[in-house]
C-alpha cells in the first residue's frame, strides 16, 4: 500500500515524502498529513460531509486536502483515497485531558453545513473528474 499512496502524492501536488503507516487504514506524510485509505465509497463521503460539517462549526477535525485538479479524493484500485492535515498532538486516549472536545456535545447554535468543493469527488481512476 505505500508504493500506492507514494504513486498517488503527485496527484496532491506532493512530489515525495515519508510515508510511514499510522493505523491500518491510515498513512502518515511527512508528519503533516494523513492519507486515510477507504473500501466503503458511502461511508468516506458520509465522513467528508461530516468533517465539513465540524469544520464549518468551529470544532476542530482534519482539514481536507484536494487534489490538483480540485476532487475531494481519489479512487484507485477499488480503494478511495482521502488527504488531509494532520491534527498537532498524538492520538486521543484520554478525553478528560481534551477541554475542546466539550464542542461536540453542543455545537454553536446557528450552525449550518457549508458545502463548496468537498462536494467535488473522485469519479474512478487515479485522475478524478468532477462528479457535481
Known amino acids: 500500500m505505500k508504493e500506492i499512496i507514494e504513486q498517488l502524492l503527485p496527484l496532491?501536488?506532493?512530489?515525495?515524502?515519508?510515508?510511514s503507516q499510522i493505523y491500518s487504514s491510515a498513512w502518515e506524510i511527512d508528519h503533516s498529513c494523513v492519507v486515510k485509505i477507504y473500501h466503503d465509497q458511502?461511508?468516506?463521503?458520509?465522513?467528508?460531509?461530516?468533517?465539513?460539517?465540524l469544520q464549518h462549526c468551529d470544532i476542530p477535525v482534519a482539514e481536507?486536502?484536494?487534489?490538483?485538479?480540485?476532487?475531494?479524493?481519489?479512487?484507485?484500485?477499488?480503494?478511495?483515497?482521502?488527504?488531509?492535515?494532520?491534527?498537532?498532538g498524538n492520538s486521543v486516549t484520554d478525553l478528560k485531558t481534551r477541554p475542546w472536545l466539550g464542542k461536540w456535545a453542543v455545537p454553536s447554535r446557528?450552525?449550518?453545513p457549508h458545502f463548496c468543493d468537498v462536494n467535488r469527488r473522485s469519479h474512478?481512476?487515479?485522475?478524478?473528474?468532477?462528479?457535481?
Do not use: D, M
Not at 474512478?124 to 457535481?132: K, L, Q
Open 124 to 132: 474512478s481512476g487515479t485522475t478524478a473528474s468532477s462528479t457535481r
Open 42 to 53: 458511502q461511508q468516506l463521503e458520509r465522513n467528508i460531509r461530516l468533517l465539513s460539517i
Open 64 to 88: 481536507i486536502l484536494c487534489t490538483k485538479a480540485g476532487e475531494t479524493y481519489v479512487t484507485h484500485q477499488n480503494a478511495f483515497f482521502l488527504l488531509s492535515k494532520k491534527l498537532p
Open 12 to 19: 496532491w501536488g506532493i512530489e515525495s515524502g515519508h510515508v
Open 110 to 112: 446557528g450552525c449550518t
